[in-house]
């Protein structure tokens, strides 16, 4: 087969031909000569119960022989009820209202539609803005990539959406005090929101963008107290919450939700990715019920909709999906497993290019450095040469596929399926301890 005609994705087409990839099963891909390698990100944050689930191709075959396709614009089919009423009482708190879309993109975008639009039926009209943190991904459809926090990834496209703001990060190991205590970096971090929100002006802010752990920049997770102080700024000013679970939500974290896990109450949830653990494209977000009531009485409605939003086959297989989440306690198992995953993590710390190890569940970044004394990071033409001309390949060669990736400071980031034990993470462990320390030899 050819690559002539396949344009891929954030991927340099002077790269030459690519991996073929023909099977998974378990934690493990195969590549089209036959080689296995260890899925460490769940292709793409996504293949939570494993690769080669027959029950959820046989759930997608079983709803497609029924009801292939409707749309969800003024009719509803029952996979879609069952999943919605599913996850509302998944939900925290009084989200009940879930609109479905294909991915996370849509499901962010569909968030700030679905912001700006309520405080135009509720009498705040100039209340539009967003607010995201540095370095933070949102996705690629416009409105997403306006709430970005990654100027390279923008600068192609523009302009983009106006008014979106950045605030700073929770990557501790960057702290800009180094005798900040944990707490006291969440509650400077938060701060800044407020600032931000002021410093534009109340009446116009209508939400901020928040992931639980932050993907982009390698896995930053919340210090203590973070989440409950951005509740408090957020109640104070009338700022939505929006709490962006594409990656952390459906056990990556250990919970069906980050939001559990951190125990904050968001207004909004933006999900995609495991919700099928990959099986079929399917999205959603989960809005609170007070965010719904402009739109239950006369001739008001949110005028938002996708084709394929909540598709019978995709909420089918999100339902089998569940059902298996369900009956072998993968969000037990994460909880169980998180500190075992992290200890093998932690040992690559004796390496002169381990700056840092950080993340939750399922989800951890490893930062590379220069100078472990200093932090001192690498330039991006070292970088570059480092995670594209090396690392990535190098990698995936010796078994392992993850990111190398440097949207923020150079890391390598790890999200395997949720299924995998010890021998996956020691696994994991010596493939990156030998591949590293080659990389340290080369630089």
Known sequence: MTQDHLWMHFTRLSAGEAPVIVRGQGPYIWDQNGKRYLDGLSGLFVVQAGHGRTELAEAAAKQAAELAFFPLWSYAHPTALELSERLATMAPGDLDRVFFTTGGSEAVESAWKLARSYFKQTGKPMKTKAISRMVAYHGTTMGA??????????????????????????????????????????????????EAIEFEGPDTVACVYLEPVQNSGGCFPPPPGYFQRVREICDRYDVLLISDEVICAFGRLGE???????????????CAKGLTSGYVPLGAMIASERLVEPFLTGSASFAHGITFGGHPVGAAVANANLDIFEREDLNGHVRANTDLFRSYLNRLLDLPIVGDVRGDGYFFGIELVKDKATKETFDAEESDRLLRGFLSQALFSAGLYCRADDRGDPVVQLAPPLICEEQHFAEIEQILRTVLSEAWSRI
């Open 256 to 270: 069906f939700f980050g939001a559990d896990r951190y125990g904050y109450q968001p207004d909004i949830i933006t």
């Open 145 to 194: 990539l306006s709430i970005t926090g990654l100027p390279a990834l923008k600068q192609q496209f523009e302009p983009l959406v106006p008014s979106t703001f950045r605030v700073p990060n929770t990557n501790y190991y960057r702290r800009p005090d180094e005798n900040m205590t944990p707490e006291q970096f969440g509650i400077w971090a938060a701060d800044r929101i407020a």
